[in-house]
């Protein structure tokens, strides 16, 4: 048997090799001694580095995500790997879609969780219900509305910006007939908390879709996908939930389906088209899921058990520990002397607060300091806040009185020892 299946295998060799190079290869160097000598050939040795043991250092996550995970999560991606398809698979991605419903405050069915960073559920929203021609407009007031024109751009869609702000908001929303309407709902790279409030309605009166990105606010700051009208919502497992990076979030209501699977054109990505990811996730009314993709088993595990709970916790306990935390860290900030760069206390992020670069220092020397000295990572700005703000993330399993009280303590401790310059 080993012998014939070995035979078909060098006959598979020698075919592939005559369609590749021609007639003349075919009838060269016996195709068995070939694979006898390319299979006792290694010339790359094992690097030195992959026969040590892993090491990773212990540091207080405590810039705008990953936070730190607690061990609660850990354990669960620590559970023995099952088949993404099997059945307690499924069991375990239907309660995903429910904790997910529950946190974004919906009913809609079309929700999944995609295999992916924040940036997958957001390049998916945009491929599945944009087609070719169509326009879209984008409220830039930070990185993340830039990097939804920039995926937009590429597809060759017709695009039109606005509310070019970072530490403010306008309630000005120009609408040019576009089929879709972006706003970050969390800007980290800015600080801000945009309201949503009343945008859902004016989308609905022209016909456009409302897409809101709430990767850094979600379980921090009030969202209702439901009563706010917002027809696409996505986040990210990193931040406020607590999991580890790798799974997003993502909800459809009624009106983005009908568009979505009504296009004239397949969406440009087969990883990320919700005509399958539907069937995935038992969305789409059909007995039997098939196969599509393999799925993260275990981030999968981390997120059904962040959700589990924040759903234990509330959600309005959740929002109200992180709008009291990021307040007595703001106490804090203004106690040393700092600025925040976004001055409407109603507009300030919770999960991540931005503090304008204090005159004189040097940003990076500071973060350094404080990574050196305190093993805690606080970051620079993100894009357009670049050299402009230091970022402070205090969320989910971070937020905490006592972590304010450490980060505090890091900032006051680099600013008395980092050089500052003469003004």
């Known amino acids: 048997m080993q012998r014939a299946l070995f035979s078909r295998g060098a006959l598979l060799a020698q075919q592939t090799s005559a369609a590749l190079e021609g007639p003349l290869a075919a009838r060269s160097a016996p195709v068995l001694l070939r694979q006898d000598r390319s299979m006792s050939s290694v010339t790359i040795p094992p690097p030195a580095c992959m026969l040590r043991p892993l090491e990773v250092p212990l540091r207080y996550l405590f810039g705008p995500g990953p936070s730190n995970v607690p061990p609660r999560i850990l354990a669960a991606g620590s559970r023995p790997i099952i088949g993404h398809l099997h059945p307690e698979m499924y069991e375990i991605m239907n309660d995903i879609k429910k904790g997910i419903q529950y946190a974004f405050q919906t009913e809609n069915n079309m929700t999944i969780a995609m295999s992916g960073s924040g940036h997958a559920a957001m390049e998916c929203a945009v491929f599945n219900t944009v087609e070719p021609g169509e326009s879209v407009l984008i409220a830039i007031n930070g990185i993340w ?3 939804v024109a920039e995926i937009a751009e590429r597809m060759g869609k017709r695009l039109r910006t606005g509310l070019r702000t970072l530490n403010k908001y306008t309630t000005l929303i120009p609408i040019h007939k576009p089929v879709l309407f972006f706003l970050t709902h969390g800007e980290s790279s800015a600080g801000l908390c945009h309201p949503v409030d009343g945008i859902g309605d004016i989308c609905r009166k ?23 009208n917002i ?28 568009k979505m699977f009504n296009r ?20 789409d009314g059909k007995p039997a899921r098939v196969y599509h993709h393999t799925g993260p088993v275990s981030g999968f595990f981390a997120l059904r058990e962040s959700l589990a709970i924040l759903a234990e916790r509330g959600l309005e306990e959740s929002w109200k520990k992180h709008k009291e935390v990021a307040a007595y860290l703001y106490r804090g900030l203004e106690d040393l002397g700092l600025k925040l760069f976004v001055p409407e206390r109603d507009l300030r992020l919770p999960s991540v607060t931005t503090i304008a670069i204090p005159e004189g220092y040097d940003w990076r020397e500071m973060l350094t300091y404080i990574m050196k000295h305190h093993h805690m990572e606080m970051t620079g700005g993100l894009g357009p806040s670049i050299g402009m703000v230091m970022r402070i993330g205090l969320m989910g399993y971070n937020c905490e009185k006592t972590n304010a009280d450490m980060a505090l303590h890091a900032l006051a401790d680099a600013l008395k020892n980092c050089k500052k310059s003469k003004p």
């Open 231 to 258: 027809d696409i919502l996505y986040s990210g497992s990193q931040k406020a939930l607590n999991a580890p990076p790798g799974t997003a979030p993502i909800s459809f209501n009624d009106r983005a389906c009908h």
């Open 145 to 147: 509305g830039e990097r």
């Open 206 to 228: 022209h016909d456009c879709l409302f897409l809101v990105d709430t990767v850094a606010s979600l379980g921090a700051a009030p969202i209702f996908m439901d009563k706010q």
């Open 264 to 283: 004239k054109t397949k969406p440009v990505s087969y990883l990320f088209d919700m005509t399958h990811l539907s069937n995935y996730w038992g969305c």
